[in-house]
């Protein structure tokens, strides 16, 4: 049947895609950017607290690390929608079955 085929190919590289997002959210920063008396630094949680780590005033690694959370919000965003894609690639594969 060549509409199953074309869907578990779908399913295949929908997961693959899955796999590589996560593999680079691991790679990226989790938190915001917060500027306190010019001096900026960044702010996570860690174990159910919230935590700071100093970054410095240097705009170059400010602007490489405000790259690094955008990058990490869209591979968020991209990881959920294929995640979604995902259940309904599988729901349909149920009801070829």
Do not use: W
């Not at 590289?13 to 950017?33: D, V």
């Not at 970054?55 to 991209?78: F, I, N, Q, W």
């Amino acid at each position: 049947m060549l509409i199953g085929s074309v869907v578990k190919n779908e399913a295949l590289r929908n997961a693959q895609m899955i796999e590589q997002y996560e593999a680079q959210l691991a790679t990226l920063p989790k938190g915001s950017l917060i500027s306190r008396k010019g001096y900026f630094y960044l702010k996570f949680r860690k174990d159910g607290k919230v935590c700071d780590e100093y970054v410095g005033k240097d705009p170059v690694k400010v602007s490489e690390l405000r790259e690094r959370l955008a990058l990490r919000k869209h591979c968020e965003t991209m990881l959920s929608t294929l995640r979604q894609e995902q259940k309904k690639i599988h729901k349909i594969l149920e009801e070829l079955v």
